[in-house]
């Protein structure tokens, strides 16, 4: 049933409170599903007991039932609308991402990133779930390009290790929705003890986003679809981009070094 359906159905049972909440709703439309319940409260000045009951009369449990439930028909729509051909569809679609992350790049940002990167006494790279495995890419990219950085994944070692920072390290953190707790507590550590920060997430306006020296922008809605490949093919984007602009800014001679890599590994392979 659509949700707005479901609202306007309902919409006789609400308190005044409650129907503040289903305007704003209805207002917001889908986009309601990045939203936290901060920012319904903040827009209707009301209390959380409200909203959560505005969601039970419609039927769900809370606020966070009523969004995935949201997602999840916005999702299904979506699906349906798809063409047919699935190989185009998806090179369709992974194509569109890197082009809309390029829109989104602001290159004063990419360039300060870069500075910061070129300037750091020690890299680290903090992601968790879908976002560690970019942070170890991206650790991996610039490796061939000699800069050893180390990417952490595990919360509790991020926590440690930012515990242990000084002024002259450089954090980059990756979170797609900019909101994942694990990551902001550890930089918000790193941060409190000196360390500069990159963030890598889709919106400016969230905790990791605020609290971040610079931030560069990945495009891609997540919420039903965490971890996806194209929200991975976003951040694997940035990484090349940081790469490829910490090349250029350091004169680096990327053949010398990747051949010494290669060394060093070529005897690896089975003939």
């Known amino acids: 049933m659509d949700y707005d359906y479901l609202i306007h159905n309902h919409f006789d049972d609400l308190t005044k409170s409650e129907r503040k909440v289903a305007d704003y709703i209805l207002e917001k439309g889908k986009d309601i599903i990045y939203a936290t319940l901060t920012d319904v409260k903040s ?11 505005f969601c039970q009369k419609l039927g769900f449990n809370g606020f966070s039932d009523f969004k995935i439930e949201i997602a999840k028909e916005d999702y299904t729509v979506s699906q349906k609308n798809e ?27 990419l360039d300060a990133a870069v500075k910061m990167m070129s300037k750091a006494e020690t890299i680290y790279i903090f992601g968790v779930g879908g976002s560690g495995q970019i942070a170890e890419s991206l650790a991996a990219i610039l490796l061939r390009d000699g800069v050893q950085s180390q990417p952490v994944r595990d919360p ?6 930012a515990s242990l920072m000084k002024p002259g390290a450089l954090v980059i953190g990756f979170s797609l929705t900019g909101r994942t707790k694990d990551t902001f507590d550890s930089l918000t550590i790193a ?19 605020k609290l971040s020296d610079v931030v560069l922008q990945t495009s891609v809605n997540e919420f039903l679809n965490g971890g996806s490949v194209a929200g991975r093919i976003s951040q694997l984007y940035i990484c090349d981009l940081l790469a490829k602009g910490y090349e250029a800014m350091n004169n680096v001679d990327a053949a010398t070094i990747r051949a010494n890599v290669l060394r060093s590994i070529i005897g690896k392979s089975i003939d």
Do not use: W
């Open 156 to 161: 509790h070692f991020q926590a440690q290790l």
């Open 83 to 109: 063409p047919a051909d699935e190989v185009d569809n998806r090179a369709s679609d992974l194509s569109n991402v890197i082009i809309s992350t390029a829109k989104l790049m602001d290159r004063s940002r």
């Open 43 to 53: 827009a209707t000045h009301v209390g959380d007991a409200t909203i959560i009951r």
């Open 191 to 209: 941060k409190d003890n000196g360390a500069k920060i990159i963030a890598v997430t889709n919106y400016e306006n969230t905790p990791i986003a």
